[in-house]
């Protein structure tokens, strides 16, 4: 039953990221439902699966996209492996420390992305000084909603003893 969950959350996950960058973008601003569910796996389930979910959304988004292959893969996985490190210090489970979590992480999203094609294609990928700035606020409260909507069966969570359980 797990399998079937985690199969249609992957799909969901795509599907979200592509409805979102599709139909509801303003000037490039978008929420990075990829990176957010990224989240919200490595919250409830630890930084393994995080890992997983991250490099193979990733990696489908990157064989959607016309850019580098391979590098959202790798920076989702980044994400997920550092928001394992520091899971057992931040309490990651209230839509508030999510959407924390959401600002700090789409901030080193975009610098990993922006380094890689640097290394890569020898210019940072800089989509502006605006869209970086309201990018993370916009995932920030993305994150919120989703995290304050988020029933708790969708993951079975690896905490247990939360009286908010």
């Known amino acids: 039953m797990k399998l079937i969950k985690s199969a249609a959350i992957f799909l969901l996950g795509l599907v979200g990221e592509w409805f979102f960058s599709r139909y509801l973008s303003f000037h490039g601003l978008n929420p990075q439902v990829l990176l957010i569910l990224t989240i919200n796996v490595a919250a409830f389930n630890g930084a393994p699966e995080a890992m997983v979910f991250g490099f193979f959304w990733g990696l489908c988004w990157d064989a959607l996209s016309l850019k580098l292959f391979g590098a959202r893969a790798l920076a989702l996985t980044l994400i997920a492996y550092g928001l394992g490190l520091v899971r057992r210090q931040v309490d990651m489970v209230t839509p508030a420390s999510q959407a924390i979590v959401a600002v700090?992480?789409?901030?080193?999203?975009?610098?990993?992305?922006?380094?890689?094609?640097?290394?890569?294609?020898?210019?940072?990928?800089?989509?502006?000084?605006?869209?970086?700035?309201?990018?993370?606020?916009?995932?920030?409260?993305?994150?919120?909603?989703?995290?304050?909507?988020?029933?708790?069966?969708?993951?079975?969570?690896?905490?247990?003893?939360?009286?908010?359980?």
């Open 104 to 165: 700090l992480s789409t901030i080193a999203y975009r610098l990993i992305l922006g380094l890689i094609y640097l290394v890569f294609s020898g210019q940072f990928l800089w989509l502006g000084g605006l869209i970086f700035l309201i990018e993370p606020l916009y995932n920030g409260v993305f994150c919120f909603v989703l995290a304050a909507l988020r029933p708790s069966s969708y993951f079975s969570s690896s905490r247990s003893g939360s009286f908010l359980s």
